[in-house]
């Protein structure tokens, strides 16, 4: 099976209905990918992933560049194998790790030199080795390497980043050795619309088999993301998938599909859950609250996932308070059900042309609690 | 169904095979119970545990007097309704928690004042609040207040301690006010053969629905508790289950099986697997050594767990050096695995009268590795 997205379905207000094929698997979208950074959704197994309707995950080449090493890796038979994750997986280039986790970074034309956060050893990452490590991985959707534009960022600063960043995609595709992975192009450009607008148009040229916008959720406004997603998405093709990076919210989420965004990925969900923060369908919820201490109803009624059959508010605080693996556990398979279950629903509502009933609905709800 | 014991058979070398009846089901004896001590088994769901032939688990009276209150888990329907496990449960005094983690104890014929671990708030526990305590947990086997004699002990002490240990059962007899649960009595009296056999009488005199060991594995040399164990079984009557309390490694479980043990518990299994020592047929085997790196063999080639299907000694290598919560979950997985198949194989061998060859096998192939 090659690589390749079909297009099924495109709601009254521009939200997409699609299907990626890949050499692991079918998936339909708009779709979240949890991100497993370690090689693990953290607290996960992967059968329980499948339980939940996970399709495809995310992994960070980074921090397994780093460790154990992408050559231990590949002489494991990939990552697939090593992590025993037989469903797709996509890589991100490291780029932005590098940009958020690495100390004493210095960036060139020919690629980034950086300490690593976990024993201060210096590395460098080039396009060209962005890929060889992915290529090692054995992910079925690969990202080349790009310069992440911090925010707020000067117009002539973001157009230079930006310049970096085709550039560095331009080697990527280029050394790219193994077709059986898509390579996506990633658009740059700051918060700046023209710049967005000139990125998407130079990648489009050059031809991806998908196409991410990243730099966004950086520190910014959210009207300025919603805008800046807005100002890219009628630039690039119909019939390839859209990646939102590190977004998001499932607020974030709902805006973003409504806009035209197939795929997601963040840790808020999993991350959330182990800092004990619940997603419900009427908003937020942070289990450690004293209200929670002796009550026996399930963190949503209406949520059908195992945490919710079998467990009480009461006592999935208590695991919390007593910092229990199990409280990661519970929490996290509840809060990826959620999206699962967010992501899902948006794709029927597109099928059924409702979107916006539907996301009407959700704000509604969802809005209810979400100072709580 | 009340509590009962049945003995089904005495090996010709003194392991008895038998099984208990309480009010959640049926247990096959000689037993292991895994400790979850703040009502839950750490890292596992009640459904894994039950996967791997887990039939009765341990929970710590200290800890849920403590945390969340055992009034919030009796609102709340009980111990096996809190923690969602269906199975048997037995709840220790919180005796030797108070001895071993509580500071500022200070024990008088009453009973022991302590402050709290957690918060230094400080509590009394007698033996007929260690009763109500746990009748509001609703285990169905619970334990009467010991006091924990220390080793190594003077004899007059350990009289003492033994004295006011068999005051304190007697009481917490007297207090029972729950027919449901089955109350076991503690034998004391340190390391003294003679107080031993004192004790062992003056509690079967009183009579207990079954009798435990208490007082060992703190800090006593190996041949002296299984000598401490020899010099008490023979007091114990025949029609009544035997528990040694707080016990132990493969070998220890062995050796007092064979001694006429029925019933084991000890965080070993599962601490073991948090710190990343794994337990094979082969002996220990610690996961961190960097020899595993890239192994793609499992943990053991002859273990039938989840873990040594799915997942390479190469890959929780690299979990547990990570950090992650999956190494944890996949370790103690393992580990409770290979004790429940050890209790198991001891039961067979019970049954077809060749215990002693079992023990042999066992130490031959165990003892290999036990110093890597």
Redesign the interface.
């Known amino acids: 099976m090659a690589f390749s997205f079909e297009l099924i379905k495109t709601d009254p207000i521009g939200a997409r209905r699609g299907k990626l094929t890949t050499p692991h698997g079918v998936v339909e979208t708009p779709v979240f990918m949890p991100v497993g950074t ?3 959704v ?4 992967p059968e329980e992933l499948t339980s939940i309707g996970v399709k495809i995950i995310l992994s960070n080449t980074y921090h397994l560049y780093l ?2 090493g992408h050559e ?1 890796i590949r ?3 990939g990552l697939h194998s ?3 994750w037989n469903g797709p997986i996509l890589t991100d280039s490291g780029g932005f790790q590098v940009y958020s986790l690495a100390p004493l970074r210095k960036i060139s034309e020919e690629g980034v030199t950086f300490a690593s956060h976990l024993d201060g050893t210096r590395h460098f990452l080039s396009p060209e080795k962005a890929m060889e490590v992915q290529e090692s991985l054995g992910a079925d959707i690969i990202m080349p390497l790009d310069d992440c534009t911090p925010y707020p960022c000067e117009r002539g600063l973001a157009k230079e980043s930006m310049e970096l960043t085709i550039g560095w995609e331009l080697r990527s595709k280029a050394a790219r050795k193994q077709s059986n992975q898509a390579l996506f192009g990633i658009v740059q450009g700051g918060m700046y619309a023209d710049l967005r607008k000139e990125c998407a148009g130079r990648l489009v040229e050059t031809g991806f088999d998908g196409y991410a916008i990243g730099g966004v959720s950086v520190g910014e406004e959210k009207p300025l993301m919603y805008e800046t997603v807005e100002s890219t998405t009628p630039h690039l093709p119909e019939d390839k998938p859209r990646y939102l990076m590190g977004v998001g919210t499932p607020e974030d989420m709902v805006f973003s599909v409504e806009k035209g965004i197939d795929m997601f990925d963040c840790v808020l969900p999993t991350r959330s859950a182990r800092n004990g923060t619940l997603f419900t369908s009427d908003g937020k919820l942070v289990i450690k609250n004293r209200i929670y ?2 009550d ?1 109803s399930p963190v949503d009624a209406s949520c059908g996932c195992y945490t919710c059959a ?3 508010r ?2 999935l ?3 919390y ?2 910092n ?3 409280a ?2 519970l929490n996290t398979l509840h809060n990826l059900h959620y999206y699962m279950t967010l992501m899902r629903g948006m794709r029927d509502a597109i099928e059924a042309g409702s979107f916006e009933g539907f996301k009407k609905g959700f704000l509604l709800r969802f809005g209810k609690n979400t100072e709580q």
């Open positions: 370690q090689a693990t953290k607290a996960m197994t460790r154990p231990v002489k494991l038979g090593f992590m025993n201490a002796g026996p079998n467990y009480s009461a006592y605080r208590h695991l308070m007593s229990e693996i199990l990661a556990r």
